[in-house]
């Protein structure tokens, strides 16, 4: 029998320290949509998402009753868009809106290219869309691969992708460049990963399959403040011990949800995700390991460390673990970054060294609005070769803050968050990205 | 068996275990385990229950503990136990 202690622990987590499921995430290959068209093709993929996803946000919401565990999002990927248009990409952007809007999902994930080798037509059209398809839509979210530790780096990829983002920000300049904040750059991109704004339903999935994504900051913060003073194993071991409790519910309820709505159980991410409200803190937790503040020299190691022994507790706690798991370091999302960025404690390039051990990038991070495509590209192309070389996934989601320069704060609401504009280093770098082409894979890639 | 972990908490009166496990009882909910106690005035009671005989379902079950909340005024939470378990058992 559990005993009281125990149902207190799990209660408290709840209702003190902001544990929750991040996310239930329903993936649906589109591929079967596909239709010369584009009129045609949308309104199968919406027919389509509104038949398999009907049943997603009232079995979500029924799992939150019984359980008694908050599920914040319910939320939709699907295929890369950019492999089922054979023309105007622009219809289904809409229809995918649309759908998302009709079954309740706060975002919908997959208006998507893979271009790390190359782009193909309809990729280029998909680029060439993207700034239009965000100011339009509310709750679609793109992304584009640019990079693998196979291919390399497509830099006419890189290229272009700095100037979709300026772009995107001029386009949404009067609500602080939100469609920027639905864009992420990859290196490395995950087909099952169930977090927005990455998330897409990749080609070598099933035809449907439940996603979950767990988080808890606050627990693991409030475990650490048990152990004050202690050596990093002990660290360690408490980080290890709380994400393999944390990641247990994420499995029961991705097992309760393929039940629920016979779908195939995907997988469970086992991310600590923050949000902006205090006590969901990535950066608090490394402040607890003894840093004044997030930026602080042992900002990386405390994140590797902590990085490290979230995957190692939870993946023991899931039969598929998979998706990103490690921890996010998105700086608008997070109180404690937030707070560090402001006061000039992290800079851009912490950060990216901060990426090199996290789980994914630079992450919802405001830049001056007269930063340059050219600057934006540099900045994707670097975070793209850490991802390459590292054999690790990596991404860029930065947000030009239109008429706003570093120290001003944009607001975007919800999970999304505020930032304060961090500076960009303002040195040229226009031959470099004009060069375009490929950047080799690097020589380890070639395992076999 | 279906369990299920009921809470129940608030300011302390006569007779609220008494209410509650007559309501149960008449849901043909069986009490598995108790524990209750009083801090600084607030009553607090964890119920562990069998739901599977009940001729509701979950949120039925919930539904008809709501006159009992609002006639006690208290706090009445029920939640299924396998979140309990799939945290603290292996």
Redo the contacts between chains.
């Keep these: 029998?559990?005993e009281?202690g125990?149902?207190l622990?799990?209660?408290r987590m709840i209702q003190e320290e902001h544990f929750d499921v991040r996310t239930i995430t329903l993936g649906i290959n589109l591929l079967d949509c596909s239709d010369r068209d584009p009129q045609v093709c949308a309104e199968r993929v919406y027919e389509k998402i509104c038949l398999m996803a009907k049943d997603l946000v009232s079995t979500g919401e029924?799992i939150e009753?019984?359980?008694?565990?908050p599920i914040v999002n319910k939320r939709i990927s699907v295929t890369p868009v950019s492999l089922i248009c054979q023309g105007d990409p622009l219809p289904i952007a809409r229809a995918l809106d649309r759908a998302a809007k009709e079954m309740g999902v706060n975002f919908l994930g997959g208006y998507s290219a893979l271009m790390h080798k190359g782009a193909t037509r309809a990729d280029e059209r998909l680029l060439a869309s993207i700034p239009e398809a965000l100011s339009t839509t509310e709750r679609l979210c793109s992304s584009v691969n640019v990079a693998s530790s196979r291919a390399g780096i497509n830099m006419n990829a890189v290229r272009e992708m700095g100037q979709v983002i300026r772009k995107t920000a001029e386009l949404t300049a009067d609500r602080d460049g939100l469609g920027c904040a639905k864009l992420v750059v990859f290196a490395n991109a995950v087909e099952d990963n169930p977090f927005m704004a990455g998330a897409f339903c990749g080609v070598g999935e099933p035809e449907c399959a439940i996603n979950v994504g767990v988080s808890g900051p606050g627990v693991v913060k409030r475990a650490l403040e048990e152990v004050k003073g202690e050596p990093f194993d002990i660290v360690a071991e408490t980080i290890k011990r709380t994400a393999f409790?944390i990641t247990?519910?994420g499995?029961?309820v991705a097992r309760e949800a393929s039940q629920r709505m016979g779908i195939p159980f995907g997988i469970v991410d086992l991310s600590l995700a923050p949000t902006p409200a205090r006590g969901d803190s990535v950066a608090h937790i490394l402040e607890e390991m003894g840093l004044e503040s997030t930026g602080a020299p042992g900002t990386t190691a405390a994140l590797a460390l902590l990085n490290d022994a979230v995957k190692k507790g939870g993946v023991m706690a899931s039969n598929h673990v998979g998706g990103l798991s490690g921890a996010f370091i998105p700086v608008s999302e997070d109180i404690g970054m937030i707070e560090a960025a402001g006061k000039g404690n992290l800079t851009l390039e912490k950060l990216e060294a901060m990426t090199c051990v996290c789980s994914v990038g630079l992450d919802m991070i405001a830049i001056p609005g007269d930063t340059s495509a050219e600057t934006i590209s540099g900045i994707i192309a670097d975070e793209a070769a850490i991802g390459v070389v590292n054999h690790k996934t990596t991404a860029v989601r930065v947000i030009p803050a239109v008429g706003k320069k570093a120290g001003d704060r944009v607001e975007f609401g919800g999970l999304l968050g505020y930032a304060p504009v961090m500076p960009v280093n303002p040195c040229g770098n226009a031959a470099f990205i004009a060069r375009g082409g490929r950047i080799p894979a690097p020589l380890h890639s070639l395992r076999n | 068996m279906r369990k299920a972990l009921i809470s129940v908490t608030g300011l302390d009166a006569t007779g609220i275990i008494a209410r509650v496990a007559t309501k149960l009882s008449e849901l043909n909910i069986n009490i598995l385990d108790i524990s209750q106690t009083i801090l600084g005035g607030y009553f607090t009671m964890m119920m562990i229950v069998d739901i599977s005989g009940a001729p509701v379902d979950f949120d039925g079950i919930n539904q008809a503990l709501e006159p009992i909340r609002e006639e006690l005024k208290m706090e009445i939470h029920m939640q299924r136990m396998d979140i309990f378990d799939a945290m603290h058992r292996i």
């Design positions: 029998m559990i009281t125990e149902i622990q799990t209660l029924h009753r019984e359980f008694g565990i409790k247990r519910v499995q029961l």
